[in-house]
């Protein structure tokens, strides 16, 4: 977890006010403070994460099957890749393959 994050968790915890806790970490507004504490409450684990409409969506779709073109490639959409899967552009990766499937590991 990152040190700011858990910073306002314990300094929560200990009882400062908000206005002393957004001096002394550099916090401009009260909602930026609530924001970045509800994210450490996310990342610490100690609250689910609020879905959106488009993330329970996402998560609900069937599999998609891809084909192997006449060049022998796979085209993997922007949106399965950065969408749903979380990477983004210079990302590289290690294949590998496993019997009957192929593994991408981020590097």
């Known amino acids: 977890m990152k040190r700011k994050s858990k910073d306002i968790i314990e300094m929560v915890k200990a009882g400062f006010t908000e206005k002393h806790i957004m001096k002394e970490l550099g916090i401009q507004t009260k909602a930026s403070l609530k924001k970045m504490y509800l994210d450490a409450l996310v990342e610490a684990g100690k609250i689910k994460a609020i879905i959106t409409e488009r993330e329970k969506k996402r998560k609900q779709r069937k599999p998609k099957v891809l084909t192997i ?14 969408g749903q899967f979380g990477f983004k552009e ?7 393959k496993r019997r009957d499937s192929i593994t991408l590991k981020k590097t």
């Open 69 to 82: 073109g006449k060049r022998g490639t796979l085209a993997l959409s922007r949106l399965m890749l950065i």
């Open 90 to 96: 210079g990302d590289k990766f290690k294949v590998s």
